[in-house]
């Protein structure tokens, strides 16, 4: 009302009654902006917190467990978003990807990274009492870099389908960042003194020695993204000409910070908080990279010839192994002779850590449909008469007839398409849809889907003859990207329910029957004589 007022006259009459813009008709649009926006909303609890930490006189670990959940709802809710818009951009765009390295796509995505390494910072502090300048940092700085997002979606300095026009409002969010980013900075600096680690890091192979470096791995890919993103009004601004960064850079830097992040991954199971992994478990750590390398192999004889197909393939079946091992011992430590109740018994006492490893999991998917629809995608343009045939890709594609065909609201031209493969036959319909009162085409794609993969056709133009220009696509392994989402979401959100009681009274139960040092009680006598009543030794 103060920047940008809605009820300002306006110097031209528009046309009332256009309804929503075609492209955003689709079922994950109509929730993907207002999803992703509570996502930006929610870290402002996290960084209210942090500030309100650096006010108190003891700076004590308590925020945490306040910042926790809703840095986890937080998290969860922005995934979500990101999730419906990649999924809206791969069916209603019609090019065939899902992520495209749009700067409003990038503002999305920057504090979801450093929301990540929030979560793992705050676990830290609380297990180990550490990285605690870098838990309150990310805590105020993931909200500001929301702001930040909203101001590249409102600024109007970048030219983007996702971005609004020209606005004042996104200068002010600029201007919040930078507001949120000083106090920061100052309140920081006055208790830095608070701020210093209370637990050293007794082991480079510990639990808490990988989160530091996943953390730094994930600010680093935070810092890519962000350059990336600005470098057009950068290059405009110093250089006085367009430079755009596209997806073979962001591929070229990131896919190395990636692997780096899924093999810190596949280790974390078998790995201890504040000390270095036991005889047993370097042997099932060893045991399960050899296990890895036996699947890898299987993957070379399978036809996988690219390093990054290859690397992938190696730690994401460790991340399996390793979490399926880690289980192992734990049931068959707390019933030898019924591995399934042990199973089931440690899942309900640990809940939270195994709700962490099912998101590791998650993100293991993710990396393999990100990799197979990256690296072995085929491409193909064919312009087709009806009853023409084509072999490609394992398919035998066959081009029925054209339809063309008046709704209420719009015009339809669509292209049948009979398709045969090992699976069996089965019809597509890619079509091109020209809604009246809008008067603009949309592309509408078909897709088959199975777990090899995605057939994605699109047309391009039907003539009066009949005729067709298609574009055929073969996305390998796409289901796993969806599954991937599904599973971080199934996995964050078991970890957000709270922990009952009955499963803190197991786990007090369980540590009063584990083995501790008790010590003799020693006769008043011989305590006198010895002038201490300190215990002379110990016995199990």
Same mark, same amino acid.
């Given at each position: ?11 031209? /009459? ?12 689709? =079922?994950? *649009? ?72 749009? =700067? ?25 009492? @550490? ?10 700085? /993931? ?12 600024? @109007? ?41 209370? @637990? ?6 510990? %639990? ?18 962000? *350059? ?28 190395? +910070? ?15 908080? @504040? ?79 195994? #709700?962490?490893?099912? +998101? ?36 035998? +594609? ?28 089965? %019809?597509?319909?890619?079509? %091109? ?58 996995? #964050? ?48």
């Amino acid at each position: 009302v103060f920047a940008a007022d809605p009820m300002q006259a306006s110097v031209t /009459t528009t046309r009332e009654g256009v309804g929503l813009s075609p492209l955003l008709q689709h =079922p994950a *649009m109509m929730i993907h902006p207002p999803i992703v926006f509570a996502g930006y909303s929610l870290w402002a609890a996290p960084c209210a917190l942090a500030f309100a930490a650096l006010r108190q006189t003891n700076l004590n670990p308590q925020w945490t467990m306040l910042a926790r959940p809703w840095a986890l709802v937080a998290w969860l809710t922005l995934g979500v978003g990101i999730l419906l818009g990649a999924n809206w951009a791969y069916e209603e765009l019609g090019w065939g990807g899902y992520w495209g390295w749009d =700067p409003v796509e990038n503002g999305s995505l920057m504090p979801w990274l450093t929301g990540s390494a929030l979560i793992h910072a705050l676990m830290v502090w609380r297990k180990r009492g @550490g990285m605690k300048k870098t838990a309150v940092s990310l805590a105020i700085g /993931t909200f500001a870099l929301c702001n930040f997002a909203t101001f590249l979606t409102r600024s @109007g300095i970048f030219s983007s389908l996702h971005a609004f026009s020209e606005s004042p409002i996104g200068w002010m969010f600029l201007a919040l960042m930078a507001l949120l980013v000083i106090a920061g900075l100052i309140l920081g600096a006055s208790r830095r003194e608070s701020l210093v680690a209370t @637990g050293a890091m007794r082991s480079l192979v510990a %639990r808490e020695t990988l989160i530091v470096i996943a953390t730094g791995l994930l600010l680093l890919l935070t810092a890519v993204v962000l *350059m990336g993103t600005l470098s057009l009004p950068l290059s405009m601004y110093v250089f006085d000409r367009q430079g755009v960064v596209g997806a073979p850079f962001y591929n070229a830097v990131l896919t190395p +910070i990636g692997l780096s992040l899924l093999a810190v991954t596949a280790a974390v199971p078998l790995l201890r908080w @504040g000390a270095a992994p036991t005889p047993s478990q370097r042997k099932m750590l060893m045991a399960s990279a050899a296990a890895a390398l036996a699947l890898t192999g299987m993957a070379v004889l399978l036809g996988v010839r690219q390093w990054q197909g290859l690397a992938v393939t190696a730690l994401s079946a460790m991340t399996v192994i390793t979490f399926v091992v880690a289980l192992v011992q734990e049931a068959m430590a707390k019933f030898p002779h019924r591995p399934l109740l042990g199973a089931m018994r440690t899942l309900r006492e640990k809940r939270r850590a195994y #709700a962490g490893y099912i +998101i590791h999991l998650g993100f293991v998917c993710l990396a393999i449909g990100i990799t197979g629809s990256s690296l072995a995608t085929q491409r193909r343009e064919a312009e087709m008469r009806p009853g023409d045939s084509l072999r490609w890709a394992n398919r035998e +594609i066959r081009f029925v007839k054209l339809h063309q065909r008046e709704l209420d609201d719009k015009f339809v031209v669509e292209a049948e398409l009979e398709i045969a493969d090992e699976a069996g036959v089965y %019809r597509l319909r890619p079509a %091109r849809h020209q809604y009246r009162l809008q008067e603009q085409w949309t592309t509408e794609v078909a897709i088959h889907s199975d777990w090899s993969g995605d057939f994605y056709t699109i047309l391009q133009y039907g003539d009066t003859s009949g005729a067709v220009s298609l574009t055929l696509i073969d996305n390998p392994l796409m289901r796993f990207v969806w599954l991937g989402g599904l599973i971080t979401i199934c996995g #964050a959100t078991l970890s957000l329910i709270p922990v009952s009681k009955t499963t803190d009274v197991a786990t007090r139960e369980e540590k009063l029957r584990s083995p501790i040092k008790r010590p003799h009680i020693l006769d008043h006598n011989q305590a006198a004589q010895e002038g201490s009543r300190q215990p002379m030794h110990s016995r199990r």
